[in-house]
């Protein structure tokens, strides 16, 4: 599966859309951009998922370059409750999610 | 519909005692997966596995772990001997995974194991 580069760290005002970027050059034409987020001591929560079209639902949007290379999750109004770490995985469809480092969010008030 | 449960939350074990990790699917789920967490780090894949098979254990310690997923019942992480090492929070997640049917992994909240 293609590695993902993510800043290690980001803050974001309550209130404010939080945007998280991914990279993924080496992404082939199977595999699937999937983002969960760790909140402190919790497992892992499943955000949104998508192959080469944006996507949104009731947690985020996903938008994903034409050239897949890199994607942006949107969180559109932040709150306190969104501090966490996230998590940008590439994998083809069946295999299983390899996590890497992740992004810490920080929303503040 | 009920998430994927673990338990117990919390396992206490002292040296060289065994430890045992249930984890529940999701209703409908046949897959499940083990992840650990040591403190401070990243989450790292350990096994994955169908009722009644191993599909991959490719990130199983070779010695004093054990995991399996019976016909009937939960999915069991199982560790032999426990070392102060193996203190770690441990997650379980589960998926339908039917190829062609497009399902993320959902998690359980973990097993926090500590060993005294």
């Known amino acids: 599966d293609a590695k993902t580069t993510q800043p290690p760290s980001m803050d974001c005002a309550e209130g404010r859309a939080a945007n998280l970027p991914c990279n993924h050059s080496t992404i082939s034409g199977n595999e699937y951009v999937y983002w969960y987020r760790q909140i402190h001591s919790q497992g892992p929560q499943y955000i949104i998922h998508g192959l080469k079209n944006n996507e949104t639902n009731e947690m985020a949007s996903l938008i994903i370059t034409e050239d897949r290379k890199s994607s942006t999750l949107i969180l559109p109004h932040a709150t306190l409750r969104d501090t966490a770490v996230y998590y940008c995985?590439?994998?083809?469809?069946?295999?299983?999610?390899?996590f890497g480092a992740g992004t810490i969010l920080r929303v503040k008030s | 519909n009920a998430g994927v449960m673990q338990n117990p939350r919390h396992l206490v074990r002292r040296r060289g005692q065994e430890a045992r990790l249930r984890c529940s699917p999701m209703k409908g789920h046949s897959h499940v997966y083990w992840y650990r967490q040591l403190p401070e780090e990243g989450l790292k894949f350990m096994v994955y596995?169908?009722?009644?098979?191993?599909?991959?254990e490719s990130g199983m310690p070779k010695e004093r772990f054990s995991a399996e997923f019976p016909k009937e019942g939960p999915s069991i992480l199982r560790i032999q001997q426990v070392v102060r090492g193996d203190s770690a929070a441990y997650f379980c997640?589960?998926?339908?995974?039917?190829?062609?049917?497009?399902?993320?992994?959902?998690f359980g909240n973990g097993t926090r194991l500590t060993v005294t």
């Open positions: 995985i590439v994998k083809e469809y069946g295999n299983k999610l390899v």
């Open positions: 596995l169908q009722k009644e098979n191993i599909i991959d």
């Open positions: 997640a589960s998926s339908p995974l039917e190829r062609g049917f497009n399902s993320p992994l959902h």
